[in-house]
């Protein structure tokens, strides 16, 4: 019987002796498990993956489309269904057709989301997908997900670890932890695996373990398998994650809430007018189809599904920004953003170590090119006004011995990788190994080029220490030993006692030492990084003993120093202007000193005055006003509890946060943001399912790329709102008041029942298909941003008002003018000639229309060419709210929006004016009743449009003039 995960999950496995682990977990340090025993564990365990927080199908697909007003539109629709079917009242085609509207919309808005989905699950962490193991005595590789409790893991530079487990042995093995504890330094592990006694010890101290998600930054080693999948360090935080959930988003929630209130409403009204109108006839005419017909049409059914279609739309626009989107309403707290939470290292930085100076006696270097790009020319700063480029490294001997010393003590590679995002492929320079030296490997090729430097062996390596903070190489040119050494300044300038000077090597003077500490802390004063390094020559090695170390380090000669930064990625500072621009703060929030992150942070205006503020995190709760706390611009040596604290500070004064990370200890707080921003290339499976949103490229460019798409798509509900309630309240309104109160004819009659599909499948569907597919405005970015409120604040109601009046007023103007023979029937709207058999109303068609006033009939056409002209123009007035029309004509046209109301139009003058059209379609039951217009009603009825159209623009202009903004 073999021992399960299960019963081995609460074991302290640091604190248990190294045979009692091979017993305990039946496995052979040298041989591992058998092929037999592997596939018995696995199929107990199951894979050695982080669970997923699924949601499952109905929740993800099916849960945002199932609004209030949808529900009890679908109520409504299943009343007039079962009076159609036993009633044999009400129009079956209608309702069928109704719904299929609903249904297309449904499945438009599933599809995006497959779409969306899919996209996250193309970006499943970069990992690698094998591990090497040893199984029967054997190196092999098996797919990490297959790596079971007992496996012996094999680990070398650059591994990621596949697996908690406890070190067999190792050589020079360090971790970069990062992702786990939050530290930045790798963390040295223990030579021999040796117990640990301490009864409770925490993870950054297991110095004998190993843990899923960290990596091997140097040395090598193997390890025995401990725990795998939901049961490592990471996979129990992602479990305590799973059970906490995550909030409703507010803008669905309001659209929720107000949907479930105005159809409440309407249905409320229509029952009441129902009694009214059954008890004004005596209890004899209860039109229970005809006025709940009326009612729906109230109900605006396309705003949940268009607003979801929106949202659905923003996600995939975003992955082409490179912004993969998880949660599909965050898409809306992303556009609403007030302030953004970013780590400095990898999102507003390289997180790619760059050596920026160098200095040597007498001279200053600048090295151009950033990150691990070896791209790049090095430049001598004795003249500011007139530099000089270093072409030939043999000029400037003490350059180029620093250079050697730096590529010689060293144990990290240059990689080049290529990754896809998105069908781009982005070439990533990556170090195997510490940054720091990679930094250094990376300014050799700068000055060095591919030069080899065959003649030196090398003899020997003393190892990084975090108590001596050196690190030496040994190596042999010739009959020579060379003993490269590089570290921290004040470490190694007093073990030096000479220095290379441009004359040859000097004494290394009280004066010459001042010299250079003067420029080491000038350079430290502006955030850099300073590393010095110096060498030794020896006749011969000193033999083997305790004190080898100290004679190879020792009376040494001083070279120089570099400044190493992690420098601001490309375009960082235009984006964080730009959200200054977009009233949106930016934070930085970072492990790093107060001097380094206040120099970075002033390279890319994220502090650009005095009056910004840098603390360091364990000051928060020292801080207690608001106003004290927006001054802060910069949170330094932060951690992941400090983070969460700055979070429910900005939250407290009611603002929208968004907050980057990309480590397992960033979760928490990630899960709590109103924008959770994971990384993609170095994020973490944890940090990625307790996010709303993954950047593939981990830039923050990408994250303003991000917010300026959620800002346009939260114009873009707000509106599809403004129409939809417009076009719907205000129709529905007159629609009742001529058909139920006053029982003229209207669009619900019998005989006009095809133009009511007619205006639902036309008018009510495609102009709103513009505003969801619309482009964004250039000056979306312009605007202050907006809180949940927003959505239907009290100036876009009015102004929603105002419009509905207007449209109102227009639509029984032109109504009334016409059935009451104010404004004439013409002889040329029914009387064609040689054309009668191909038009609706002549003598020759006469049975496709009998039993229709003709009054009646032109009242409808031209009722329903005003609802063109002016629905029509509201689509150009509404898209930019905040614009006179010919202004957002000019700026933020799209042959989109012109080609589709084109179509519209084209299509009705077509039914109208094609002999035949109309004529062969209610031949075949599906009679649109229209009447023939001449010229003068169209103008007729485009004057009155200009009632509503002039009107309101004028009302914005007033409104433009007192500084109120839609």
């Not at 609004?67 to 679908?74: A, D, H, K, M, Q």
């Not at 209608?94 to 969306?116: D, K, Y």
């Not at 360090?174 to 409770?200: D, H, R, Y």
């Not at 380090?553 to 621009?581: A, N, W």
Request: proline letters at 3%; one cysteine or more.
């Amino acid at each position: 019987m073999t021992v399960t995960e299960t019963e081995i999950r609460e074991e302290k496995y640091y604190a248990l002796e190294l045979e009692d682990i091979y017993q305990k977990l039946q496995s052979d340090p040298k041989r591992g498990l058998t092929k037999e025993q592997a596939e018995r564990k696995l199929l107990e365990d199951g894979p050695n993956e982080i669970p997923k927080v699924s949601k499952g199908f109905i929740k993800i697909y099916l849960a945002p489309l199932f609004n209030w007003l949808i529900v009890i539109y679908l109520i409504g629709a299943l009343i007039l269904f079962l009076a159609s079917i036993f009633g044999e009242e009400g129009n079956l085609t209608f309702i069928i057709l109704t719904l299929g509207i609903v249904g297309i919309n449904c499945m438009i808005a599933i599809f995006q989301q497959f779409r969306a989905t899919k996209k996250l699950k193309a970006l499943r962490e970069l990992s690698a997908p094998t591990t090497t193991v040893i199984r029967e005595g054997q190196k092999i590789d098996i797919p990490t997900k297959n790596v079971v409790v007992g496996d012996v893991l094999v680990l070398s530079q650059g591994d990621k670890i596949p697996a908690d487990g406890r070190i067999i042995k190792s050589a020079n093995l360090e971790l970069n932890e990062a992702s786990l504890t939050g530290e930045s330094e790798p963390v040295k592990k223990q030579e021999v695996g040796t117990a640990l006694k301490e009864k409770e010890v925490s993870i950054g101290d297991r110095k004998n373990m190993i843990f899923y998600g960290t990596y091997i930054t140097t040395g090598n080693g193997t390890a025995i398998t401990t725990s795998t999948g939901p049961n490592t360090e990471i996979g129990k935080i992602s479990q305590g994650l799973e059970e906490a959930g995550t909030s409703e988003i507010p803008i669905r929630k309001k659209m929720n809430n107000f949907g479930k209130w105005l159809g409440l409403a309407v249905f409320a009204f229509w029952f009441i007018i129902l009694i009214i109108i059954w008890t004004a006839s005596d209890f004899q005419n209860l039109e229970i189809v005809k006025s709940l017909n009326s009612a729906m049409d109230i109900m605006p059914i396309n705003i949940p599904l268009l607003t979801t279609i929106v949202l659905l739309t923003g996600v995939l626009a975003m992955a082409r920004h490179g912004v993969i989107i998880r949660n599909l309403a965050s898409v809306d707290s992303l556009g609403r953003v007030s302030v953004v939470c970013s780590d400095k290292t990898g999102t507003l930085t390289k997180n790619q170590m760059s050596v920026e100076y160098v200095w040597v006696d007498g001279q200053t270097f600048r090295v151009s090119g950033r990150g691990y790009d070896p791209e790049g020319d090095i430049f001598l700063m004795e003249d500011p006004k007139n530099v000089v480029i270093v072409s030939h490294i043999n000029d400037y001997s003490q350059l180029k011995q620093l250079l050697i010393s730096g590529f010689l003590n060293n144990n990290s590679a240059l990689v080049k990788n290529e990754i896809t995002v998105d069908g781009r492929i982005i070439f990533n320079w990556n170090v195997i190994g510490s940054p720091t030296e990679g930094a250094l490997m990376v300014l050799y090729q700068k000055g060095m080029g591919d030069y080899i430097l065959e003649d030196y062996k090398h003899v020997r390596e003393y190892p990084f220490d975090s108590t001596v903070k050196r690190m030496s190489k040994v190596y042999r040119k010739d009959s020579i030993f060379y003993s490269f050494t590089k570290g921290a300044s004040e470490i190694l300038i007093p073990l030096c006692t000479k220095i290379l000077t441009r004359e040859g090597i000097k004494e290394f003077t009280v004066e010459y030492k001042n010299k250079v500490e003067h420029n080491v802390n000038r350079f430290a004063e502006q955030g850099y990084r300073i590393l010095s390094l110096c060498y030794k020559e020896m006749q011969q090695m000193p033999p083997n003993s305790e004190n080898e170390r100290e004679i190879c380090e020792s009376e040494m000669i001083y070279i120089g120093f570099v400044t190493i930064l992690d420098p601001p990625r490309e375009g960082v500072r235009d984006s964080v202007e730009q959200c200054h621009k977009a009233g949106v703060d930016v934070i930085m929030i970072t492990g790093d000193s107060p001097t380094t992150a206040k120099a970075i942070a002033k390279q890319i205006s994220i502090i650009s005055n005095d009056d910004d503020a840098v603390i360091e995190g364990n000051e928060i709760k020292n801080i207690k006003t608001f106003y004290d706390f927006n001054k802060i611009k910069v949170f330094a040596r932060v951690s992941p509890q400090h983070k969460q604290e700055i979070i429910e500070k900005y939250q407290e004064e009611g603002r929208v946060v968004a907050m980057t990370g990309d480590g397992v200890n960033d979760a928490l707080a990630l899960n709590m943001a109103d924008a959770g921003i994971a990384m993609g290339i170095q994020g973490t499976d944890v940090a990625k399912e307790a996010s709303d949103m993954v950047i593939s490229d981990d830039s923050f460019n990408s994250i303003v790329k991000g917010i300026h798409q959620g800002r346009g798509i939260f114009a873009k509900i707000r509106v599809v709102v403004f129409f939809y309630i417009c076009i719907n309240l205000f129709e529905g309104i007159v629609q009742f008041l001529l058909a139920v109160i006053f029982n003229l004819p209207y669009f619900l009659d019998p005989e006009f029942y095809w133009q009511w599909i007619f205006l639902s499948l036309t008018l009510h569907s495609l102009p709103g298909l513009v505003l969801t597919f619309d482009i964004i405005s250039k000056d979306v970015m312009d605007e202050r941003p907006r809180d949940s409120e927003e959505i239907l604040s009290k100036n876009t109601i009015l102004l929603m008002l105002c419009f509905g009046g207007l449209l109102a007023l227009s639509m029984i103007i032109t109504y009334f003018i016409v059935i009451t023979g104010f404004y004439p029937l013409f002889p040329e709207n029914h009387n064609f000639g040689s054309f009668n058999d191909g038009y609706l109303y002549s003598w020759e068609t006469k049975e496709l229309t009998s039993g229709v006033n003709l009054h009646s009939a032109k009242a409808l056409t031209m009722l329903m060419v005003t609802l063109f002209f002016c629905e029509s123009f509201l689509i150009f007035q509404i898209r930019r709210p905040n614009k006179n029309l010919i202004k957002s004509f000019k700026e933020d046209s799209s042959k989109t929006m012109y080609i589709v109301i084109g179509l519209l139009f084209g299509l009705f003058l077509a039914l109208m004016y094609v002999p035949g059209v109309q004529v062969f379609l209610a031949l075949g039951g599906i009679n649109f009743m229209f009447m023939y217009l001449t010229a003068l009603d169209w103008l007729v009825c485009f004057l009155i449009s200009l009632i509503c159209i002039v009107s309101f623009e004028i009302i914005k202009y007033i409104g433009r003039k007192k500084g109120l903004v839609f």
